[in-house]
């Protein structure tokens, strides 16, 4: 061993960092952690890569955030409908609710 070692040009962190993944710290529900925990276990994984698949299967399932420029477009394409007297499709029928029947 040397009597002294130079880290003049040493860097701070992790000595191999990981690309495409970030470090961080949140606070996460108690019951949540435990749950992903338990699956994990079961499993056969980490919980912090079944957190992230779940995360990554939620963003790619998850519809487009409704912009103010889509807004216009839908109101302009239904007033313009509204006042020709056209009847503007529906994606809900429009069924009486049924009575409840007394048990």
Same mark, same amino acid.
Request: aromatic share 0%; no cysteine.
């Given at each position: 061993m040397r009597a002294e070692y130079d880290f003049s040009k040493? /860097? &701070?962190g992790a000595v191999l960092p990981q690309k495409g993944k970030t470090r961080i710290s949140i606070f996460i529900d108690n019951a949540v952690l435990d749950a992903f925990r338990a699956r994990a276990e079961k499993m056969g994984s980490g919980y912090q890569t079944m957190m992230n698949e779940v995360l990554r299967q939620h963003l790619s399932d998850a519809k487009p955030p409704l912009t103010e420029a889509v807004l216009r477009h839908v109101l302009r394409q239904e007033i313009t409908e509204y006042l020709l007297g056209a009847t503007p499709p529906t994606?809900?029928?429009q069924t009486k609710p /049924? /009575? &409840? &029947?007394s048990t």
């Open positions: 040493g /860097k &701070r994606d809900v029928e /049924k /009575k &409840r &029947r």
